[in-house]
C-alpha cells in the first residue's frame, strides 16, 4: 500500500505539488518498509522529517493563501493543526519504545489518509479558487 502521484492530486501550483510529492516520496518509503517488517526501524527517521517538513510546508501553504486573501483561510489552518496535533499524538505514542503492530497500522493509516485526503479536499480546494481568482 504506496500512494501512487496522479493528476487528482496535483493542485498545479508549482511550490505545493514539489512539496507534496517530496511528503509522498517519504511517507512511500516507510509504506514500503512497513511492508518488509521494517517499519518500527524507520519510523523514528519518517517522524523527524515529516516533524519539520510538515511543518514548514504547511506555513508555506498559508503564507500563499494570505498573499491571495483565500476566504477559506481559517478552515484551512485549522485542518493543518488538527493534523499536526495528530502527528504529534502519534509521535509520542511510538516514543520511548518499540512500537507494536497496532501503533504500526494506525500510522500507516494516519500517513496514507491524512496526506491524500487533505490534498484531494483542502488543498484542491484552495488550487481551484486560486485558478479562478486568477483568471
Ligand atoms: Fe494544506
Known amino acids: 500500500m504506496t500512494i501512487a502521484w496522479c493528476k487528482d492530486l496535483e493542485t498545479g501550483v508549482p511550490l505545493v505539488d514539489t512539496q507534496h510529492r517530496e511528503l ?3 511517507v512511500n518509503a516507510y509504506l514500503d518498509a512497513a511492508r518488509e517488517g521494517r517499519g518500527g526501524e524507520v519510523l523514528a527517521d519518517t ?8 511543518r514548514s510546508h504547511f506555513a508555506d501553504e498559508e503564507a500563499l493563501m494570505r498573499r491571495h486573501a483565500y476566504p477559506g483561510l481559517a478552515g484551512h489552518r485549522q485542518a493543518h493543526r488538527a493534523l499536526e496535533a495528530k502527528l504529534a499524538e502519534v509521535r509520542e505514542r511510538i516514543a520511548g519504545g518499540e ?6 497500522l494506525e500510522t500507516n493509516q494516519l500517513l496514507a ?3 491524500t485526503n487533505h490534498i484531494l479536499h483542502h488543498d484542491r480546494r484552495f488550487a481551484t479558487w486560486l485558478q479562478r481568482a486568477a483568471a
Open 113 to 115: 489518509g491524512w496526506l
Open 47 to 54: 517522524f523527524c522529517f515529516l516533524d519539520s517538513y510538515v
Open 24 to 26: 509522498i516520496r517519504r
Open 99 to 104: 512500537p507494536n503492530l497496532l501503533a504500526l
